[in-house]
């Protein structure tokens, strides 16, 4: 709920609804949850006299997202450790141009917070990864965000940044 909020800049009452609807999705799904069901639970919660204007409009800021399918399901999941293990290409890029500049950003903070969590499960000091971030000054430079955490945290997971901004 906080990732879209950086983006979407929602409202409390928005953000309560949808914090309530990811933490209902993950009670009810499991690790099955996802941006669909996400988005299905906060459409119930419409129905809810109590919530129903804050459920709909944060409905309608996350549909077009949520429709445009970013993210694979199941087992075709991102896996780090092939990413990083693989000699051919020895660079990976993640290519968002041609997206509109939300879901680039919400996207982007979706991967780093997912490497984040790789990095601290596997990541070693002895095993250094550089990551390069252009257009950074979009990202969320919050604290507690990805970004902040990297560059206080990042060299003890063996995580090395190159940033590029146009600012």
Not at 21 to 48: F, P, Q
Not at 49 to 72: C, E, G, M, W
Request: charged share 25%; proline share 3%.
């Amino acid at each position: 709920a906080a990732l879209f909020n950086t983006v979407y800049q929602i409202g409390d009452q928005q953000y309560s609804v949808l914090h309530r609807a990811i933490m209902d999705g993950v009670e009810t799904y499991k690790e099955d949850m996802n941006l669909d069901r996400m988005l299905a639970v906060v459409e119930a919660l419409s129905a809810d006299k109590q919530y129903k204007t804050s459920a709909q409009s944060i409905h309608s800021k996350l549909r077009p997202f949520v429709l445009d399918r970013p993210f694979s399901t199941g087992n075709a999941g991102l896996d780090w450790d092939n990413l990083f293990l693989k000699q051919h290409p020895l660079c990976n890029i993640f290519q968002l141009h041609g997206m509109d500049q939300k879901s680039q950003r919400i996207i982007t903070e979706f991967i780093l917070w997912d490497l984040y969590g790789h990095l601290q499960s596997k990541g070693k000091k002895t095993d250094p990864k550089v990551i390069v971030l252009d257009e950074v000054q979009n990202l969320d430079h919050q604290e507690g965000s990805p970004l902040s955490k990297y560059l206080r945290e990042g060299r003890k997971f063996g995580l090395s940044l190159i940033l590029a901004t146009q600012t």
